[in-house]
């Protein structure tokens, strides 16, 4: 039998590739950085604030929402007090040199609470481990489609897991337990110039070469383009899943000098 993918699938496979392309670079040389620089800066949010992408908890709300409010937030824009976008993720681009691996350790540990991939942006280094649990006392997976593809089953909470991530670039994750709303997005990349902004938007790089770069921020985008049939495997049956649009790209020039902070500040909102 042919099979035929859904418009919504191709998009999504589609831009899991565009971003893989975008991410990966030529390879990188670890030196020493005796006079670097610091760029340090903020993502900020302008104009009216989109309505938060809530989705209905239709499976196992005593565990998803102990609260019971009856929706849970898919976090696809998250906005601090002062405007600023948190999970946004800053890159320096084509860098070819500079210090050693140096990514937040918590970016490596991926958990499911209450439903939810925490943290929801992941940052992994080409060649490191991912690290990965449930907290949940119910049948969770992590589907993997991008740069790196696993479907891995978390049927009991508590029990630790990690895999390689080999390929640099977009990796989109998924539950097929039927809690259709979970998803989370990962960065596999080749040097440590990367930061996810908290949510008041800041971001920081230290230890940066001299020199001219393009920086970079990248949002998974805050919109909903409809929904795909997915599968619940415990359930056996098909359900609704979620859809969004395409992730988002701001991008400018910085120039470091020795021993100096450069500022950069992006200003991001629905039409730009």
């Not at 975008?22 to 005796?34: E, K, L, P, R």
């Not at 210090?99 to 970016?107: F, I, N, S």
């Not at 439903?115 to 992590?142: F, K, W």
């Not at 021993?259 to 909102?269: A, C, G, K, L």
Request: proline content about 7%.
């Amino acid at each position: 039998m042919r099979r035929v993918v859904s418009p919504c699938c191709l998009l999504t496979l589609i831009f899991a590739f565009a971003a893989t392309l975008a991410f990966s670079q030529s390879d990188y040389n670890v030196i020493t950085v005796s006079n670097g620089g610091t760029i340090s800066g903020t993502v900020k949010w302008a104009g009216a604030v989109p309505h938060a992408l809530d989705f209905p908890v239709t499976k196992d709300p005593q565990i998803c929402d102990p609260d019971s409010k009856k929706t849970i937030d898919m976090e696809r824009l998250v906005l601090g007090p002062d405007g600023g976008v948190a999970n946004t993720v800053v890159y320096l681009k084509n860098v070819t040199s500079g210090k050693a691996m140096e990514l937040p350790e918590e970016r490596r540990h991926l958990d499911q609470q209450h439903c939810r991939y925490v943290p929801h942006i992941l940052l992994v280094p080409q060649n490191g481990t991912l690290t990965m649990m449930s907290s949940d006392a119910t049948l969770h997976t992590i589907h993997m489609d991008g740069a790196a593809s696993f479907n891995l089953p978390f049927p009991f909470p508590d029990r630790p897991t990690s895999r390689t991530m080999a390929t640099p670039g977009l990796v989109n994750l998924r539950c097929n337990g039927g809690h259709v709303w979970m998803n989370a997005e990962m960065m596999i990349v080749k040097h440590p110039y990367y930061a996810v902004t908290d949510e008041s938007g800041r971001f920081t790089f230290t230890e940066v070469p001299p020199g001219t770069y393009q920086i970079v921020a990248w949002h998974e985008g805050w919109g909903l383009a409809g929904k795909e049939q997915a599968y619940d495997v415990l359930t056996e049956r098909s359900v609704q899943r979620p859809v969004f649009t395409e992730p988002r790209t701001w991008e400018k020039s910085v120039t470091v000098s020795g021993n100096q902070t450069s500022t950069v500040n992006f200003v991001i909102s629905n039409g730009k």
